[in-house]
Each structure stands twice: as C-alpha cells, then as structure tokens.
Nanobody, 114 residues
C-alpha cells in the first residue's frame, strides 16, 4: 500500500525556518519524482517544489525561489522541504505528493505568525 507520511510543521515567527519531511512507503521511492504542494485557507492547492527521482532536477514556485530547498535521500525514502525566511503568506497546509503514484500525504500545518 502506497503511503506518504509528512512531519515537521508548526508555528514559526516571520523570518524563521522549518524543515518538512515526507517518508514514502509501499513503492520504489527512488524512481519517482516527488513534490510538495500547499493549500492556504480559501485558496487552491498549489505546487511549491518538485524533485526528480535522482535528485538531479529541482523546480520551485517563483514565490519560494531562494528561500525554500527541496532535497531527497533515496536510501531513507525521504524527501525534505527546507523553508527559510518564512513569511506570513507561506501559512498553509503542506502536502507531499508522488505524481507517478497519485499519492498524497495527510498534510502538515505551517503557520507563520508573530
């Protein structure tokens, strides 16, 4: 059974940092592109970042370029989203997604507030 389990969300002040983790189960993790999405209240879910199976290609939404970094360790079946210089507009539920398996994680809340 394919599962994605996220962790690492929380409350952080503007300018702070958080690292989100996502562990994949039940599929050959290293062969799949992995993505992070987010959904703020009243807004549609949007792509934040993606990384290919080998980690060789990464892409980011313009609003997070230079602040967020996506990475992965295939030996640990894990993908991370390192978020720095956080802004209140980054507040959202963040989801891990495996497009090739149409699998979503349960989501983790990130709140940026003073």
């Amino acid at each position: 059974q394919v599962r994605l389990v996220e962790s690492g969300g929380g409350l952080v002040q503007p300018g702070g940092s958080l690292r989100l983790s996502c562990v994949g189960y039940g599929f050959t993790f290293s062969t799949y592109t992995m993505s992070w999405y987010r959904q703020a209240p009243g807004k549609e879910r949007e792509l934040v970042a993606g990384i290919t199976g080998s980690g060789g290609v990464r892409n980011y939404q313009d609003s997070v370029k230079g602040r967020f970094t996506i990475s992965r360790d295939n030996a640990k079946n894990t993908v991370w989203l390192q978020m720095s210089s956080l802004k209140p507009e980054d507040t959202a539920v963040y989801y891990c997604y495996a497009p090739g398996r149409s699998a979503w994680g349960q989501g983790t809340q990130v709140t940026v507030s003073s």
